[in-house]
Every structure is written in C-alpha cells, then in structure tokens.
C-alpha cells in the first residue's frame, strides 16, 4: 500500500516534469525565437534576473546576460550549453551577470562571450572574465577546461561593434547611457529576422534608435517608472521613453522584461501607450516570443 502510493507520487511527478519539459522545449523547433530565462526586475521578486536565449531552428545559439536564476531557467528551457555560439554580456551588475560562473562550470570547449570595456568603479570583460575563470581567478578550477574568446565593446564607439558574424548569425552591439555603468545592447540578425535587447538604460542616446531601427522584436528593460526621480532616471528609460522609442525606430513587436517589482505596472504601460501602438508583450520567465 506505502510502496504503490509512492509509486504514483512518482509517476505523477514524471509526468508533470516530462509535460513541461517539452512544451517549453517547444520554443526553438524552427525559424528564430526569443526566449525569457528571466523577466525580474533589478531585485528580484519571484522571477529570475535578466537572461535571454535566442533559438534558431531548435538550437540554442546566443544567451545574453546572465543574471541570477537564468541558470535554472536555461536548463528547464531545455537549451544545450555546447550549443552556444555566443555569451552576451549587457553590464557587470549582478543581476545581469551572477550566474556565468553557475552556467560554465559544465562547459568545455570554446566559447566567445561579449561585453563590455571597464571604467574606474567597473570591470571591464577581460577583467571581469579574469577575476573569475583566470590563472588566479576565484574559479580558476575552469582555467583549463573552457577557453572564452572575449569580445570587448568600446562603448564609447559611434559604430555598433561586431561581435559575432557565424553560420548565418550577426550579432551587433552598442555602447547605452545607463548612469555612470559601463553597458551595452546587442542587435541579432538572422536572415530577415532581427531582434534586439536594450539592456538597463536610460533611453537618451539617438544612435541606439538607429541601431535597432526595424527589428521585428525588441526587449526593453521596463524597471523606471514615468513618475521616477533622482538617480533612477540616470540609470532607466520611463515608460514614455521606450515608447517614443519603438515608434521612432519602427520595432515589429516590443517585450517588455526586467519588470521591477515597486512600479504601478498598468499605469507605466499606459503612459508608453500614449506613444506606442504596435505589439506589445510583457515578459515572464520562460516565455517564447515567435521571432517573424
Ligand atoms: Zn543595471
């Protein structure tokens, strides 16, 4: 009796995880997709931190960012780490990068990973990439295991910067205006899908529309509020700024991710309304948005 009510309990839970598996799994069967590892915003509050998957035709070719919970999440996506072509680092703030060590203890091999120069208060790639995977870095365990090719994005460059030009994948990237912290957006290309991720921002620097002019989708970091003041300001775009924006620069569909816990959602939707007309979606974790 005991024995055969474990039995089920088993069972039950075998069927439940094997269900979700493949219908998250589902994502990336063909054509390019946009998946969600984490939709949270800058301190968390029941999603994972920022993290993205990009699937071209079932494979997991590009991650950007790396926040806490994205590995979770990128395992329960079904992606494949020996898959990546490409680690997209937007900013050295924890919840866009503290899971990278998590995410590359299993991995061998090769991998390019991207982002950003340094400043005085932050790390630049290489230097961010050293202090932890390093000869002397605190997981110098992986020193001889992975091999990362950095890519480091000048970002005070005018021209969006190469990261990535492989198997029919481009993946650009851009210095952004995020307070006095080092950032950068990235722009994937494949064919005549494209789609972009803003990074954290605070949406006033005019090269960034043209950077992301006529993507199909574009993931914008919703964490200000339209009525923010001080400093947040310098760090995050209002509502109203990301919505001139997708006009101004003709986004096929908006995602709205990196959602902060302390805002009045539908009135920060309202007010990008007021600007923005097209699709919108707002994000969670594991979501997939079709990529067309
Ligand atoms: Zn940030």
Known sequence: MRTGACVGVVIGLLFLTTGAASAWAACGDSGVSLQVLGSGGPFGAGRASA???????GVSRVMVDAGGGTFVRFHEADATLADLDLLALSHFHPDHAADVPALLWPRGGELRVAGPSGSPAFPSLGDFLGGLFGPDGVFRILNNRVTLDA????????????????????????????????????????????????????????????????????????????????????LHARPSVWGQMATDAGVGRLVLSHVSANQDLDENVGHLRARYSGPLTIASDLLCVPVE
């Open 151 to 234: 890519v480091t994005v000048d970002i005070t460059a005018d021209e969006p910067t190469d990261v990535l030009s492989e198997g029919g994948v481009r993946v650009r990237a851009l210095g952004v205006p995020h307070g006095s912290v080092p950032a950068v957006g990235y722009r994937v290309d494949v064919g005549d899908a494209s789609l972009a991720f803003s990074s954290d921002q605070n949406g006033s620097n005019a090269a960034f529309t043209d950077f992301v002019r006529g993507v199909d989708v574009l993931v914008v970091h919703f964490a200000g509020s339209e009525t923010s003041t001080g400093a947040v300001t310098d």
């Open 51 to 57: 993290g993205y998957v990009v699937w071209i035709d």
